[in-house]
């Protein structure tokens, strides 16, 4: 009943930029914490960065100051903006969402299909 679709993965060179977004869809009350992952292949899926209801953010150590994370959520859209792309960012990147459905009584974790994003070298 509720979805998440991330898109704006692309092929892009080193140093370029994209921006992510994860829209939640369906039955939607509220939307909590949410947090971008990342997975290359053969590794260990990464969290990347996280933003609360409140708006408070956090990143892993390798993309700070290049990655903003941002929410809207009269869209119920999070962003993820990724500045100074580096080969090493490259991997297929996850939203992960707590919602509260319409009518719901606790919070559940969704995650969405996830969007590849490769950065050349």
């Known amino acids: 009943q509720v979805q998440l679709v991330e898109s704006g993965g692309d092929l892009v060179e080193v140093g370029g930029s994209l921006r992510l977004s994860c829209v939640a869809s369906?039955?939607?009350?509220?939307?909590?914490?949410v947090e971008w992952y990342r997975q290359a292949p053969g590794k260990l899926r990464e969290l990347v960065a996280s933003?609360?209801?409140?708006?408070?953010?956090d990143y892993v150590d390798s993309v700070k100051d290049r990655f903003t994370i941002s929410r809207d959520n009269d869209k119920n859209t999070v962003y993820l903006e990724m500045n100074l792309l580096k080969p090493d960012d490259t991997g297929v990147y996850f939203c992960?969402?707590?919602?509260?459905?319409?009518?719901?009584?606790?919070?559940?974790?969704?995650w969405g299909q996830g969007t590849q994003v490769t950065v050349s070298s």
């Open positions: 933003i609360t209801g409140g708006g408070s953010v």
């Open positions: 992960n969402a707590r919602i509260l459905q319409m009518g719901g009584i606790v919070w559940e974790n969704y």
């Open positions: 369906g039955s939607i009350f509220r939307m909590n914490k």
